[in-house]
Every structure is written in structure tokens, then in C-alpha cells.
């Protein structure tokens, strides 16, 4: 790259940016912590799905040593419906770092940030670049499509190693004197105009320079390798009520998917020679009368899917229940936090009942 290509790229793309921007809550600040909250949510979610989070999350949360000091159960009811809850505890993680070890800034290097838990390079440079002006590349899935064609980059985005080219490229091209409005401007025109079907090529502000769109490949990258099969789990969750009106939830694990949420009592399909009762009776330790089938539906994870079945039962007696079950009044359950799939079986089970 020339300087002269280097200079128009960056000069287009910030001036673009400046005057289309999006009018976004996170764009109104230059709080380091509340660009990191965002960035985070922004992961794997849609920018109209984490505007309400977000502000109601810095509204509960609006500095550093408030969320450090939650409750684990009250954060995660917080990010209810936004899935991924490891990104919730981790920010959490690295925020009580913050706290401990730097007094309560955010670290502005590089090094520093990136040894905060749930960092990964991309927030790093976000972080850097919106909120202390500092020249750093924030590599996502928009930039390396937008960099795929501007550049005719043809290595497959999918290989980790690729992502060091990209990186490499965004340090080459960056604007020194405004790396805040050059990395979100990247961002906004991969979100906004260079999508990955489609592109809006006509508004594109670096169309002049773009080698793809003179090469009419704008549609075929970036390359990217098709992941494997996604495994399949048959599910079926029992929502059981007792003889005081109270509801049975089982707590997750503290690792692995889902970790510390609630859900009913829940079995992996098929269950060999056992009937589902059965399964219930000698995992659960009650006895119940099998009701209504209530609602059946496909929960899509990033590595798996849940086909999920459901159904009410009423409990006829009670052995001795797991440590992680417990029994919730109505009431109580709506103030825990329960992923998606686990709110739609509720949800469905209070329209039947009203």
C-alpha cells in the first residue's frame, strides 16, 4: 500500500463515519468501562438486540466498583436473554482486577488490558482506541470481511493465524490522529453497508479503492470455511408443581453451558428402556403424574442445539431432592435468572395457567 492509497482509505472512511454515524448510547461516551460493557454485549448479538441491555445494565451498573461488588445471581438476571452468560462473568472477573489492581482505571496499554480476564485482542483494541485515543487494531468479523475485499485478502478468516494479517493491515491503515473514528468507522461499514450478502457497494465511502468491487468479487469473500456439523441434543424439561403452588428448579453446574442458571428438571433423549417418569423419579427423587405437553421448539447455541420438549407434571411424593433443586414460589422465580429456552417453557406455562 502506498501512502497515497493509505491516506484517501482513512480520510474517506473517517469523514464517512463522522457524518453517517449511527446514533448509538455507547457512542455518547468515552468512559472506558461503559465502551468495554458494550463491547462485550456486542459480541455474537445484534446492535438493536443490546441498546435496552446495555442502558439498563449502566443504569444498575454505572462504574467499576458497582458491578465488581454484585451478586453473581443479580448480574446474570441482568443479561437474561442475552446468552452467552460466560461474557457476563467474565467482565465481572476483569472489572474486580480493575478495581484491585489499578485502582479503578482501566488500563490503557495494551499489555495491561490484555491480562484482564475475558480480554480478548479485539476489546483490547476497542477499549484503547474509542476511549484513550490510542493507535490499535480491533479485529472483528466486520473488519475482516470490509479488509477481505478492500485489500483482496484471500486467506480463509475461519484459520486463527489468518487474523494476524488483518491485524497487520488495520496498523497499516489506521488514522493515528483519530483511531477511535477509523476502527468504528471499519465496524460501521461492515454492520451497515459492506454485509456479507448483498454489499451496498453504490454507498460504499472507499468504493474508489476497493480491489474486490474493480474485480467484481465482493460477493465471494471473504473465504471462509464451513464449521462442522452442529450436534444435536434431544431435551425434555418437566415444569412440576407441588400442592402449595410451588415450581421445582434445578441450579447448573457452575462451569460448562448455561453455568450457575436455573431450569426445570431436564433429561437428554433417549432415555434407554426408562420412561421419562421413571428418569425424573431416580435423578430428581420425586414421583409425578405426567400432564399437558406444553411447548416444543429448536434453542440454537453457537456449538449445539437443543430440541426441546416439554410437558407439566404434578408431584404425587417426594424422596430426597438433589442439592441443586429447590422449590420457588411463583413469585421468586421471576427475579432468578434462567436462559431462553428454559423463559419460553415458563412463559408458556403461565399462559396456560392465567
Not at 189 to 198: E, H, Q, R, S, Y
Not at 214 to 236: A, D, R, Y
Request: overall charge neutral.
Amino acid at each position: 500500500m502506498n501512502e497515497l492509497y493509505k491516506t484517501q482509505v482513512r480520510n474517506d472512511l473517517v469523514s464517512w463515519f463522522l457524518e453517517e454515524k449511527r446514533d448509538l448510547p455507547w457512542r455518547k461516551t468515552k468512559d472506558p468501562y461503559k465502551i468495554w460493557v458494550s463491547e462485550v454485549m456486542l459480541q455474537q448479538t445484534k446492535v438493536d438486540t443490546v441498546i435496552p441491555y446495555y442502558e439498563r445494565f449502566i443504569s444498575k451498573y454505572p462504574s467499576l466498583e458497582s458491578l465488581a461488588h454484585a451478586k453473581e445471581e443479580e448480574l446474570l438476571k441482568e443479561w437474561e436473554g442475552l446468552g452467552y452468560y460466560s461474557r457476563a462473568r467474565n467482565l465481572q472477573a476483569g472489572v474486580k482486577e480493575v478495581v484491585e489492581s489499578y485502582g479503578s482505571v482501566v488500563p490503557s496499554t495494551r499489555k495491561e488490558i490484555s491480562t484482564l480476564k475475558g480480554v480478548g485482542p479485539y476489546t483490547a483494541g476497542a477499549v484503547l482506541s474509542i476511549a484513550y485515543g490510542v493507535p490499535e487494531h480491533a479485529v472483528d468479523g466486520n473488519v475482516m470481511r470490509v479488509l477481505s475485499r478492500l485489500l483482496l485478502i484471500k486467506e480463509d478468516i475461519a484459520k486463527p493465524k489468518t487474523k494476524k494479517i488483518f491485524e497487520e493491515a488495520v496498523m497499516e491503515l489506521i488514522d493515528e490522529d483519530n483511531p477511535s473514528a477509523f476502527n468504528q468507522g471499519l465496524m460501521e461499514l461492515g454492520a451497515v453497508i459492506c454485509t456479507p450478502t448483498k454489499p451496498k457497494c453504490l454507498l460504499c465511502p472507499v468504493r474508489e479503492n476497493c480491489t474486490a468491487f474493480f474485480e467484481g468479487m465482493q460477493e465471494q469473500l471473504p473465504i471462509k470455511t464451513i464449521n462442522k456439523k452442529t450436534k444435536v441434543h434431544k431435551m425434555k424439561a418437566v415444569v412440576v408443581e407441588d400442592d402449595h403452588g410451588r415450581i421445582l428448579l434445578e441450579k447448573r453446574p457452575s462451569k460448562g453451558l448455561l453455568a450457575n442458571m436455573w431450569q426445570f428438571p431436564m433429561i437428554e433423549l433417549p432415555t434407554a428402556t426408562h420412561t421419562t417418569e421413571e428418569v425424573i423419579e431416580h435423578d430428581y427423587g420425586i414421583e409425578i403424574l405426567k400432564g399437558e405437553e406444553l411447548i416444543a421448539f429448536k434453542h440454537i447455541f453457537s456449538h449445539l442445539v437443543w430440541e426441546m420438549e416439554s410437558f407439566e407434571g404434578k408431584l404425587l411424593a417426594e424422596k430426597e431432592l438433589p442439592t441443586s433443586c429447590k422449590w420457588f414460589s411463583k413469585e421468586e422465580i421471576e427475579i432468578l435468572p434462567m436462559p431462553v429456552p428454559v423463559l419460553k417453557i415458563w412463559n408458556t406455562w403461565k399462559s396456560i395457567k392465567k
